[in-house]
């Protein structure tokens, strides 16, 4: 397992990737590309802070540890998002 510090340095390198990628797509005024780039770094960051643990038991033969992941949930559309940054309703 990496160590805290190792996991920090690959984080902060992903989000200096996307911060990157973001800005350069808010050059070209592409915000289709901002939020798909914003969904892919919370994607990508997740995995990479979970990718450290092993499954919970291990057993060969456990239903839960070899069940398939879940299907990608429907996104939240962006007025949601804005409105949850924003402090406002979010229903």
């Known amino acids: 397992m990496p160590s805290e510090s190792e996991n920090a340095r690959r984080l902060r390198e992903l ?6 990628r973001v800005n350069a797509a808010v050059g070209e005024g592409r915000e289709d590309l901002i939020w798909r780039l914003v969904d892919d770094y919370l994607d990508e960051a997740m995995q990479m802070m979970t990718d450290q643990y092993a499954d919970a038991c291990g057993r060969p033969d456990c239903t839960v540890c070899n069940r398939p992941p879940p299907e990608r949930a ?15 309703p979010t229903g």
């Open 74 to 88: 429907r996104p939240v559309s962006r007025r949601r998002w804005l409105r949850f940054f924003a402090g406002g």
């Open 15 to 20: 989000h200096d990737a996307y911060v990157w």
